[in-house]
């Protein structure tokens, strides 16, 4: 029998739009990573100093696309505007991206072209983007400044204004517009903008409410905020943007806090009505700067602490006491540990609570050395895990890859939890994944788990990530602490 031939060639322009939308977007790292990944979690892709930046070659092929017809470039407009984040994860350390006047032109286009500004959903601030500014010419700067106010019929003076009154400016003489005025008013452009990335000294001052507010912007409509808050509190550092958020914000990320000179997080006025998903790591924050913090939002949903410092290491006690007034609403939680150097016998002072007190929780992640020590050895062998575990858990993660190696006692206590599921003490587990760095002396116990529908991955080696993310090109519907870590 003959095949009959396809009346057109099957050529890209001739497919349906949605099917050329789904391929555009594999060239878009907001599409491939919906969720918002903070930044310090994101896997390195071997970012070489002398190769292009593996950033730049994704946007590429969206610019390219714009160039072969308007129905293309319409199309790969609405993905290459999805974000404006030059230099994310490393990217930055390419020698052959040139950064120069890259944010006032983009400001500038923004700015005329509303339709672009309405599609702008993550922005990624960052020095390599900011320094620049001050090999500018004044008059540069100024003319973008100029040109967007204009454009949007707003005064330039007034949003100027509240720049010139801060101490910091002052204290460098004569005023001339920076960075920071440039950044301030691209915020103001973008309507529709949920995620902002503000990564170590940027902006090097805050943004103040009142120049936000004479550039037309009632509230940003932020949804999350990352930024390394070193040597400044998070209430200065972040400033207008903050304040303007408060609204809206739903998840919080803080990097790198390292207070200096009796510096605070500078919150105690502050409320989050909307919070949801916090996430500490890599910070010297102190046990009263993170119940404050966990004190000024109500519901939250999501608590993610990796402990690093060996002087300002919270311990897992304090935390689930913090905890326990969102324990209606708590259905994430992960305490990580990135060196077990930093805990000696003097950071135990209990064993860890149970986690039994959150009845929403669902998916937990701990490292070993929380559960396993000498505080708790009061507890039979094998019972661990399920005394401490709440009914309502799906899901389950283990880290036993840094320090004293607990595997024996965790591979009793993995075939405890076995026959708890199997009797319905735990009827929603569906996966257990430990991450260990010698294979467990039990070859029978991933059946005994599969027996009651609950799936056991045993890893060799610590994990690839820190926090559960989508890889590129995958559409995994897993959920957060189910994906690769």
Known sequence: MQLSQPSQPLVLSNLPTEIILLILSNFCLHCREPDGVPEIYFPPQQQGYDQPSWYALDLQALYATCLVSRRFRDLAQTILYHEFVPGYGDS?????????????????????????????????LSQWLLNPISDLKSSEVEAALEESARVRGISLSDFLDPFRDLPPRKELGPYRPGAEELAAMLLSCLPNLSHLYLPIRTPQCPIPAKALSAAGVLRLPLQSIEFCARSSNLKYRLGGILEMSLSTLKTLTINSYCPRHGDKLGISDLKFPSLRNIIVTMTEMSEPDLELLLSRCTGLETFIYDATSNIYCVQPSSIIKFLSRHKETLTTIRLGLRDARII???????????????????????????????????????????????????????????????????????????????????????????????????????LKFASSGVYLDIILGPPSDVVPRRRRGSFSSTSSMESSD
């Open 344 to 446: 000696d016998r003097r950071f135990f002072s209990g064993p860890m609570p149970s986690l039994q007190i959150f009845p929403a929780l669902l998916n937990v992640s701990l490292n070993a050395l929380f559960i396993y020590n000498e505080m708790n050895e009061q507890v039979e062998d094998g019972n661990v895990l399920c005394q401490l575990l709440p009914p309502s858990i799906i899901s389950l993660q283990i880290y036993d890859t840094v320090g004293t190696p607990t595997f024996a006692r965790l591979s009793k206590d993995l075939r405890r939890l076995a026959d708890a599921a199997s009797q319905g003490q735990f009827p929603n587990l569906r996966r257990a994944r430990c991450y260990v760095r010698e294979q467990l002396d039990d070859d029978d116990l991933g």
């Open 92 to 124: 930055c350390f390419s020698r052959q991206y040139a950064w120069g006047a890259r944010l006032t032109d983009f400001l500038r286009t923004v700015a005329q072209r509303r339709d672009l500004a309405n599609l702008v959903r993550r922005l990624y």
